[in-house]
């Protein structure tokens, strides 16, 4: 049984002070009913994690400072009474309902992790297995409900933006992915993209307006807002716009 530590390093963050820093912060002993401790081996970094940062908690975490990281992978070493130890000796991804994963141990609920059992998963790759696919999926219904045949993505190099042009193409949605480097617009090609504008091209506009038209676009999801938004918004179909963070 492995070792477990007296305390971890974690990365906290004061929302009064606007200041964050390693610290040691105790592992509780012992690991409370249906918790369990993970040796984290890779966490993701998020929008929602930036909004900590500034003070947006919620939680009922109170003024901090508080460890961050709501998403990660890791190796289950110990757990509380409960439901925890069938979880014992697993890697798994957690979509953790209390920032916790910015650390080199976690203690979370059972009910944030989800057991990875294909050990060709990279860590790397368990720690985007939550909130990302969920996301991807949402969209898919949403455009499912909407009896879209074509939806428009903005960012679409993000990790999520290529989750979802792979997964609505696979359903039958074409997909105009928008992107702002020609690089990022070659890399999403090669993964199968059929549709991709480079925005920062001269001409994309007319571009995007006649291929919109074209496809039917009825759906815009659209993650940057401001003058993007207004552009993509004049220059589609008449339809849904999405705005998410």
Not at 142 to 156: C, G
Not at 185 to 212: C, D, M, P, Y
Request: glycine letters at 8%; a negative charge; charged letters at 20%.
């Amino acid at each position: 049984m492995e070792a477990i530590p007296a305390s971890r390093r974690a990365w906290c963050y004061d929302p009064a002070a606007r200041k964050g820093d390693w610290q040691d912060v105790d592992i509780p002993s012992p690991i409370p009913e249906n918790f369990v401790l993970i040796r984290v081996e890779a966490a993701a970094v998020h929008p929602i994690d930036f909004a900590h940062m500034g003070g947006l908690f919620g939680f009922g975490m109170g003024p901090g400072p508080h460890i961050l990281g709501t998403e990660g992978a890791g190796i289950v070493v110990a757990n509380g009474p409960g439901k925890g130890a069938g979880f014992l000796g697993k890697r798994v991804a957690v979509n953790a309902s209390r920032p916790a994963m910015w650390a080199n141990y976690a203690v979370v609920h059972v009910n944030d992790c989800i057991v990875i059992d294909d050990p060709s998963i990279t860590p790397e790759e368990a720690a985007l297995a939550a909130s990302y696919p969920l996301s991807a999926m949402m969209f898919l219904s949403l455009a499912r409900k909407l009896n879209a045949k074509a939806v428009a993505s903005n960012a679409a190099n993000s990790i999520l933006g290529r989750m979802t042009s792979r997964l609505l193409q696979n359903n039958n949605i074409e997909v105009i992915n928008l992107v702002r480097k020609a690089e990022k617009a070659a890399q999403i090609q090669e993964e199968g993209a059929r549709h991709v504008i480079n925005t920062s091209e001269a001409g994309w506009e007319n571009q995007f307006k006649e291929l919109s038209q074209k496809l039917g676009v009825s759906l815009l999801l659209e993650c940057i807002g401001g003058e993007t938004l207004t552009q993509l918004s004049t220059l589609s179909p008449p339809g849904t716009c999405l705005l998410y963070t």
